[in-house]
């Protein structure tokens, strides 16, 4: 018997982006999945996108509530999957067999907690244009130490894990997704897998990454991150991190579905 998996999206004001996000969703040949969408009460026409495609999302709730990681935190409570995953509304698949190679892993695998992949930042008119490559690459135990992180669009995890180990901490702002994995996986050391492919183009753009005030507080978050975790980063971890990032301008893309 395969698991279950739940992809959940949140949206506010997205009617720029979101159609491509849900189509990318919605084509996935995986048998058993459910598609959350939660929305912060958009005021332009993302609803009434959404509800072009209402037979193929499970549910769409639409509701005010504190931002991005407010709405995550109620998507990924409000999942029945064994497995999560969440996609942006302004990012999307990069073909349809994505979620099914995700859970070849998870379904192989009992004990298996996360599984994370490579991901291609795409210009944001043009999502066939790749700019930048991340590859992530094997996790090692000091992976974390050296100013490493997996794509947070392409980590997927169980449910379980989330009820074990906790949700997204709304008290950080931009380094919310970093601090969920460093505490998953670095500090409780959740068994993960990494799928050597990539499976998510991300529009360039994104708040995390917008300018060099927003950058200075990510990393100032980053730091605050391993406190709130009583770990001890290494001396250079936190300029590490954002370093890491040169090299995604000088990789050609590789090896990726494109539709």
């Known amino acids: 018997m395969i698991m279950k998996i739940s992809i959940v999206t949140i949206t506010y004001n997205s009617a720029a982006t979101i159609e491509d996000t849900i189509k990318s969703v919605v084509v996935q040949d995986y048998p058993d999945m459910e598609y959350l969408l939660i929305d912060g009460k958009s005021k332009d026409s993302t ?25 995550l935190n109620k998507g990924l409570k409000m999942a029945s999957g064994d497995v999560i995953g969440a996609i942006h509304s302004d990012d999307l698949y990069a073909h349809p067999q994505v979620v099914s190679n995700v859970m070849k892993l998870f379904n192989a695998d009992p004990e298996l907690e996360g599984v994370y992949a490579d991901l291609i930042f795409v210009n944001r008119e043009d999502t066939n244009k790749v700019m930048r490559v991340w590859k992530a690459g094997e996790y090692k135990p000091d992976s974390f130490e050296k100013g490493w992180m997996p794509p947070h669009p392409t980590f997927f995890v169980r449910k379980s894990v ?14 919310a997704d970093y601090e969920l994995m460093l505490r998953l996986i670095h500090k409780h050391k959740i068994k993960i897998a990494y799928l ?3 499976i998510v183009k991300m529009r360039m753009g994104g708040v995390s990454n917008v300018s060099f ?3 200075l ?3 100032i978050e980053d730091k605050l991150a391993w406190k709130m975790n009583n770990l001890k ?13 040169i090299s995604q301008y000088f990789k050609k893309a590789y090896n990726t579905f494109l539709y």
């Open 47 to 71: 609803l009434q996108i959404a509800e072009k495609y209402k037979d193929k999302i499970t549910k769409i709730v639409s509701e005010k509530d504190g931002g991005l990681y407010f709405g």
């Open 162 to 175: 989330y009820e074990k180990y906790g949700y997204i901490n709304t008290d950080l702002k931009l380094s």
């Open 196 to 198: 050597p492919e990539t």
């Open 213 to 215: 005030f927003v950058k």
């Open 217 to 219: 507080k990510a990393n």
């Open 233 to 245: 980063p290494g001396f250079f971890t936190t300029l590490r991190k954002p370093l890491r990032k």
